[in-house]
């Protein structure tokens, strides 16, 4: 039982130094992980509203169709 419980006290102070790492960023580079992040959440809402609403995306496969002429064929027409 003592092993379980000291694993456990690692990873909470492994946490707690996280966060204190992430306190000590110096302020001047707070404005650039603002931009960032606002950049990120942006990039993820439109690929995803394009996921979304595109009429034109495929989204199952087409069904097959064996017998069908290739574009090179010489009796497709025009």
Same mark, same amino acid.
């Given at each position: 039982?003592? *092993?379980?419980?000291? #694993?456990?006290?690692? %990873?909470?102070? /492994?946490? #707690?130094? %996280?966060?204190?790492? *992430?306190? @000590?960023?110096?302020?001047? *580079?707070?404005?650039?992980?603002? &931009? *960032?992040? &606002?950049? !990120?959440?942006?990039? &993820?809402?439109?690929?995803?509203? /394009? !996921?979304?609403?595109?009429?034109? !995306? %495929? !989204?199952?496969?087409?069904?097959?169709?064996? @017998? /069908?002429?290739?574009?090179?064929?010489?009796?497709? /027409?025009?």
């Amino acid at each position: 039982m003592t *092993l379980q419980g000291s #694993t456990e006290n690692h %990873r909470a102070h /492994k946490i #707690t130094h %996280r966060f204190a790492q *992430l306190r @000590n960023t110096p302020p001047e *580079l707070w404005p650039i992980f603002g &931009v *960032l992040m &606002v950049g !990120l959440g942006a990039a &993820v809402y439109t690929v995803a509203n /394009k !996921l979304r609403t595109d009429p034109h !995306l %495929r !989204l199952y496969p087409s069904a097959y169709s064996g @017998n /069908k002429p290739s574009r090179n064929s010489e009796d497709h /027409k025009h």
